[in-house]
């Protein structure tokens, strides 16, 4: 058997990141490693539909780079890097914007999504989500 494809979907909990995990674990095809990543890094009882898929559920907090290098570290040590990252992890604050919030906000959703972005191997694909955007844009307009 191949080497399997290593994938890390941050903000695997809910919403696009539990669909994708979801879709990878029944659908895909070759052999995988799925990292499903939360901040509370419990199981989120994903299926694999084949045995040649296996996943995990770290721990992953992007507010936090002492959590996002553990992870980066173990996977560099593990599997000598990553293929795959999927940058769906997020925070929509309250919809009070008061200066501490929008700071926070852009701490958590820009910062802590490129310092995962930076954390991983230059030749892993990236793909950002934008369900983030989109609650954000909930939150300011009240749809």
Do not use: W
Not at 33 to 52: I, Q
Not at 68 to 83: F, P, V, W
Not at 84 to 92: D, E, H, R
């Amino acid at each position: 058997m191949s080497s399997p494809i290593i994938a890390i979907v941050t903000g695997a909990n809910r919403g696009i990141g539990h669909a994708i995990c979801q879709t990878l674990a029944a659908d895909f095809k070759e052999p995988l490693l799925l990292y499903a990543a939360s901040r509370k890094g419990e199981d989120l009882g994903f299926k694999p539909s084949s045995t040649k898929t296996q996943i995990e559920y770290p721990s992953l907090d992007i507010a936090s780079t002492n959590s996002i290098n553990e992870l980066a570290k173990s996977i560099q040590r593990d599997h000598d890097g990553l293929d795959v990252l999927i940058n769906n992890a997020g925070a929509a604050l309250d919809d009070q914007h008061s200066p501490e919030n929008v700071k926070t906000t852009l701490d958590i959703n820009y910062r802590g999504t490129l310092k995962v972005s930076e954390s991983e191997s230059q030749d892993s694909t990236t793909v950002l989500t934008n369900e983030l955007f989109y609650r954000c844009v909930k939150l300011s307009y009240h749809f």
